[in-house]
């Protein structure tokens, strides 16, 4: 075995190691939801801090030429934002639990507009389609039936499940790959 070869064969390790770590963080999400939702406002809200900052300094330079002003406005906004969600993640929260109500009932509905649409041609998997976009709008009605409450664990909760699900496929395809990596 040649030192490439030693050191490609336990690539599959680095990738069964982030998809341990992935479930674990998702399971310490779906213990503490709450938490998690806090933790996932605050980081979001330092990304557009980030970007924001970012953001201004490259158009500052450019804001009298064409589009300009529009680049420093989304630069202003995002950095206005990014404070917003850092600083205040009550505040934070419940805007993006709103967004998360609004993206769950128009993915919903477009789920079941295009599943009914094109059951001909999708005889097999329509019923799927029907199926998510139903459970998109049941994910709605819950959180809204439940606000402001719902704000404090929804976003923590589907981070949760992301993460575990993320981790699963992970471990599963670090498993499946040590035999080829």
């Known amino acids: 075995m040649t030192m490439v070869d030693r050191r490609s064969n336990g ?10 770590v992935l479930l674990v963080l998702g399971v310490l999400a779906l213990a503490a939801p709450a938490v998690a939702s806090i933790a996932a406002d605050i980081f979001v809200g330092w990304l557009f801090i ?12 450019s804001w009298r030429t064409p589009g300009g002003l529009w680049g420093v406005i989304g630069a202003l906004l995002a950095l206005i934002l990014g404070v917003l969600l850092a600083f205040h993640p009550i505040a934070g929260l ?4 709103l967004l998360l109500i609004v993206f769950f009932i128009l993915e919903g509905v477009a789920q079941i507009v295009l599943a009914l649409s094109h059951r ?4 097999r ?8 976009g139903i459970a998109d709008l049941a994910l709605a ?5 439940g606000w402001p409450m719902t704000a404090a664990w929804a976003l923590g909760l589907i981070v949760g499940v992301n993460l575990i699900t993320s981790g699963v496929a992970m471990i599963t395809g670090a498993l499946a790959a040590r035999h080829y990596i």
Do not use: D, E, K
Request: charge should be positive; aromatic fraction near 16%; avoid cysteine.
């Open 50 to 61: 980030i970007s924001g900052i970012i953001g201004l300094v490259a158009t500052l330079s």
């Open 141 to 145: 009605a819950i959180i809204i039936a």
């Open 11 to 20: 690539i599959w390790i680095g990738f069964l190691f982030y998809g341990i």
């Open 94 to 97: 419940l805007s993006l639990t």
């Open 120 to 123: 001909r041609l999708l005889y």
């Open 125 to 132: 998997s329509w019923g799927w389609m029907l199926a998510s």
